[in-house]
């Protein structure tokens, strides 16, 4: 029952696919570097899982309210994962960042 709640929750679904969005961003970095099957499999089912979310998602809330959720989550996680990779933001983009988020909040209310 815990899973099927969790695959109903619309916080999980778009926390899931924000996170999704950003691993395979992680991902692909990598296969920017050394292409292998492997990490281009991982990117692949990370996408597929991220799509399931997404519809998941959408059977419950508007469209404009779930990208606004997974826009915020991905932008935070993907500012946050520059540093993971070894390629720390500038002040402009960490800036540019910034009003992505005030953008998506702004949007929100």
Do not use: H, W
Not at 30 to 58: H, P
Not at 77 to 85: G, R, S, Y
Not at 87 to 93: G, H, I, N
């Amino acid at each position: 029952m815990l899973v099927l709640d969790l695959f109903s929750n619309k916080a999980f679904l778009a926390i899931a696919a924000g996170v999704g969005y950003a691993i395979a961003t992680i991902l692909m970095k990598i296969a920017s570097e050394d292409t292998t099957t492997v990490v281009i499999g991982a990117i692949a089912l990370m996408l597929a899982a991220v799509v399931t979310a997404e519809i998941l998602l959408l059977r419950q809330v508007d469209l404009g309210l779930a990208y606004i959720a997974i826009m915020a989550t991905e932008t935070l996680l993907v500012l946050c994962a520059t540093f993971f990779v070894g390629q720390p933001l500038t002040l402009r983009e960490l800036a540019g960042g910034a009003l992505v988020l005030v953008g998506v909040m702004i949007v929100s209310f």
